[in-house]
């Protein structure tokens, strides 16, 4: 049976671009539902009751939610396909530098 990815996103999202990005370079097929993120649904709420945030990535009905997580888990799950992380510990460290940067330096709230 097939996979049955979805993924709740918001499209200037740079969260949600990260996946987006991991996802096409894994050639990983899912449906994408933009949120609004100013009236929130159902789906959303209850797929990160945690923070109420996109994206969230959802694998066969179960969610996993938190960018960097969510790409730690597409690597893990399909780590046939594209790996997202070099093999050099010095090319990892400045890729997860850079993941990092972008946590810490950009905002999106409303
Ligand atoms: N640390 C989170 C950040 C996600 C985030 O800030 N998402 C924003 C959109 S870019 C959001 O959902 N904002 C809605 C809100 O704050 O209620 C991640 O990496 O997934």
Redesign the pocket.
């Not at 923070?51 to 994206?55: F, G, R, W």
């Given at each position: 049976m097939a996979d049955e990815m979805v993924l709740l996103d918001?499209w200037p999202?740079?969260?949600?671009m990260r996946l987006r990005i991991a996802l096409a370079e894994k050639g990983i097929d899912y449906e994408y539902k933009d949120e609004d993120?100013w009236s929130?649904s159902p789906l959303l709420l209850q797929m990160n009751p945690v923070?109420?945030?996109?994206?969230v990535l959802t694998h066969n009905g179960k969610s996993v939610?938190?960018?960097?997580i969510a790409l730690q888990y597409t690597d893990e799950v399909w780590n046939d396909k594209a790996p997202l992380l070099l093999s050099d510990p010095y090319l990892i460290a400045q890729a997860r530098f850079w993941a990092d940067f972008v946590?810490k330096k950009v905002i999106?709230?409303?």
């Open positions: 918001f999202s740079p969260f949600g993120l929130k923070h109420k945030k996109i994206p939610y938190e960018s960097l946590n999106f709230t409303h």
